[in-house]
């Protein structure tokens, strides 16, 4: 099993940036995928990013590519959200997710059996 817990949350204006990072103890942590999901006031759960186990391959969703960056560094089992040009829309918690073997699919909630309790990030306009 692998933990995970995300930090960098926070409040920022519209256009701002944050950066937020999930630790992962408890496991081999290059054996796993790692994604990020979002879940807003009112509304389901959806995906945001993913990295694969090396970090040669990354995914995004059509609401954040080319403003959000997905990365990790295996060495110190974390994995990063870069988040540039915030907007109101991207206000919600925010969870890192794993996920162990094959086959995978980046977007898919379910493929990820391990999550973190999550983090909030507020955009005010």
């Known amino acids: 099993q692998v933990q995970l817990a995300e930090s960098g949350g926070g409040l920022v204006q519209a256009g701002g940036s944050l950066r937020l990072s999930c630790a992962a103890s408890g496991h081999t942590f290059n054996d796993y995928a790692m994604g990020w999901f979002r879940q807003a006031p009112g509304k389901e759960r959806e995906f945001v990013a993913a990295?694969?186990?090396?970090?040669?391959?990354?995914y995004y969703s059509d609401s954040v590519e080319g403003r959000f960056t997905c990365s990790r560094d295996n060495a110190n089992n974390l994995v990063y959200l870069q988040m540039n040009n915030l907007k109101p829309e991207d206000t919600a918690v925010y969870y890192c997710?794993?996920?162990?073997?094959?086959?995978?699919?980046?977007?898919?909630?379910?493929?990820?059996?391990?999550w973190g309790q999550g983090t909030q990030v507020t955009v005010s306009s």
């Open positions: 990295v694969n186990w090396n970090g040669d391959r990354t």
């Open positions: 997710a794993a996920h162990y073997s094959s086959p995978w699919a980046p977007f898919r909630e379910e493929d990820y059996a391990y």
